[in-house]
């Protein structure tokens, strides 16, 4: 079946540095990919998708390309701030064996000052 | 373009007593979706609408709990006999079936479910 595997966290950074968190992906065909963040006690708001392989998502300094080769779309930015600290899901849509998302057990992010 | 809205935010309710949440999607966004979210895990998908019709039911869904989206605009997911198990947030999402934006999902704040 169709599933999402991210990195375990919390990943732990200094303010500026550089950030990835892994994240692959089992599913049949090309699904659409996302990325979601999740700060405390809200809904997850949507940072960045990608619906084809090679395409590049990228929103508020953020990015991940489709590898279709790897099965991957890993999470990127270059100069991580304290407020980027959150909940990161990675997720996928699939509209075969139903139409829904199906999301990665998350990764929290923590940028200290 | 108002966002999901759900309602209520929060909700602490002895075990054995019934709740019911509400959701409203974006307006004009004929699908709608339900998931539950515990404590350091992701969004687990429930129950989806397409229109009226829901169309999906997970696993999950045990007998106690029934949405509904009668007139194709907002849902509601009630739950029976409560149990301290289904403590968790329950997120509503929406999206439109059409061109473009067509698989992405819009989630609104989550309403937290507190069973004592």
């Known amino acids: 079946g169709n599933s999402v595997t991210q990195m375990e966290g919390p990943v732990t950074l200094s303010e500026e540095a550089f950030l990835t968190i892994n994240c692959t992906y089992t599913a049949t065909g090309y699904p659409s990919l996302f990325w979601y963040v999740q700060y405390p006690g809200e809904g997850l708001q949507l940072l960045l998708k990608?619906?084809?392989?090679?395409d590049k998502g990228s929103n508020k300094g953020f990015e991940a390309t489709y590898r279709k080769e790897t099965t991957s779309f890993h999470l990127e930015k270059g100069s991580v701030q304290v407020s980027d600290s959150a909940v990161y899901f990675c997720a996928l849509f699939r509209n075969t064996g139903g139409f829904k998302t199906i999301f990665g057990a998350g990764t929290r992010l923590f940028v200290k000052a | 373009d108002t966002g999901v809205s759900q309602d209520p935010r929060h909700k602490i309710t002895k075990r054995g007593q019934n709740v019911t949440f509400r959701c409203d999607p974006i307006s004009e966004h004929n699908r709608l979706y339900w998931y539950r979210q515990t404590l350091g895990q992701g969004p687990e998908f429930l129950t989806y609408?397409?229109?009226?019709?829901?169309?999906?039911k997970s696993r999950l869904l045990s007998d106690r709990f029934s949405a509904e989206r009668p007139k194709g605009s907002f849902s509601t997911l009630e739950i029976q006999r409560t149990e301290q198990g289904d403590s968790a947030m329950y997120l509503c999402a929406s999206s439109l079936n059409g061109k473009g934006d067509r698989n992405t999902i819009y989630f609104g704040e989550g309403s937290w479910l507190t069973v004592v």
């Open positions: 609408f397409q229109n009226e019709a829901q169309l999906e």
């Open positions: 990608a619906t084809k392989a090679d």
